[in-house]
C-alpha cells in the first residue's frame, strides 16, 4: 500500500471510516479537513447498482452545477462557417476542424478539457476516437457535446457544466466544486448532481440503485454518505 502524506493522515483522524455521515455533515467534514495550500477539488463517488455493459442500463448525461464547478474549462469546438463564427463569440478556447485534428493526432495536443462538434464535423472527429475515448474527451449527443447549438453548449461549460457517466465499475465520478466553496455551496451542487443521477435511473434497473457514495478532497481521504438518505425520490 502506498504510504500516506501527513496532509491525508491528519484529515483522517477526523474521520470516522466505518460511518455513513449525512450528506451536509460530509460536506462539512471535506472541507473542514482540506488542509492543502491550495483550493482543493471536492469530488463525488457514487456505486450504482447497473450493469453498465448492457446498453438499457447506461447512467450517462450532464447538468450545469448550481454554483459552478470552481474552474474555467478549456473548450475546444469543432464547427465550420457561421458556427464557427458562433462558437468564436461564445468564447471557445479552440474553434477549427481538420487543422486542430491534426495538431491531436500528429503532436499529442490536449491543452483542453472539453470537445464540442457540430453533427456534420463528426466525421472529422470520428477519426480522433482512440485518442479522444480513453480520455472520456469525445462528444457525444447525449452529454449535449454533439450539438448545432454550438455557443449554448460553450455557454453552459464556461458556466459549470459538468458530465456524468459510468465507468467499467459501475461508478460516476463527477467533481462538484472546490473547499473555497463552503459547505452550503457544495450541498447545492451535490444535490442536483443526486438528483440528476436518480432521474437517469434506467428502466430496466432492479434492486438498490444508489449502493454508495463517497465525497473527497484532492488530498483527503474519502468520507462515506448514507446512500438511503438520498433514495427518497426514487420510485
Same mark, same amino acid.
Given at each position: 500500500m502506498a504510504k500516506r502524506g501527513k496532509t491525508? @493522515?491528519?484529515a483522517l483522524e477526523n474521520i470516522d471510516k466505518l460511518k455513513?455521515?449525512?450528506a451536509e455533515e460530509a460536506m462539512k467534514l471535506a472541507v473542514d479537513t482540506a488542509r492543502a495550500k491550495f483550493d482543493e477539488t471536492i469530488e463525488v463517488h457514487v456505486r450504482l447498482g447497473v450493469d453498465g455493459r448492457h446498453a438499457d442500463q447506461q447512467v450517462r448525461g450532464a447538468l450545469v452545477?448550481?454554483?459552478g464547478t470552481g474552474k474555467t474549462a478549456r473548450v475546444l469546438v469543432f464547427a465550420k462557417g457561421a458556427k464557427e463564427a458562433e462558437a468564436?463569440?461564445?468564447n471557445a478556447d479552440y474553434v477549427g476542424?481538420?487543422?486542430?485534428?491534426?495538431?491531436?493526432?500528429?503532436? @499529442?495536443w490536449f491543452d483542453f478539457d472539453v470537445v464540442i462538434a457540430t453533427p456534420d464535423m463528426m466525421g472529422t472527429v470520428g477519426k480522433l476516437g482512440k485518442v479522444l475515448g480513453p480520455k472520456g474527451l469525445m462528444p457525444n449527443p447525449k452529454s449535449g457535446t454533439v450539438t448545432m447549438d454550438v455557443a449554448k453548449a460553450v455557454e453552459d461549460i464556461k458556466a459549470g457544466k459538468v458530465e456524468y457517466r459510468l465507468d467499467k465499475n459501475n461508478i460516476v465520478h463527477t467533481l462538484?466544486?472546490?473547499?473555497?466553496?463552503g459547505k452550503d455551496k457544495l450541498m447545492e451542487n451535490f444535490s442536483a448532481l443526486m438528483d440528476a443521477i436518480i432521474k437517469a435511473k434506467p428502466q430496466s434497473s432492479k434492486g438498490k440503485y444508489i449502493k454508495s457514495i463517497t465525497v473527497a478532497t484532492t488530498m483527503g481521504p474519502g468520507i462515506k454518505i448514507?446512500?438511503?438518505?438520498?433514495q427518497s425520490e426514487e420510485k
Open positions: 491525508y @493522515n491528519k455513513l455521515y449525512e452545477l448550481p454554483n468564436k463569440e461564445a476542424g481538420d487543422e486542430l485534428a491534426d495538431k491531436i493526432q500528429k503532436e @499529442n462538484i466544486g472546490k473547499k473555497s466553496f448514507n446512500p438511503q438518505l438520498q
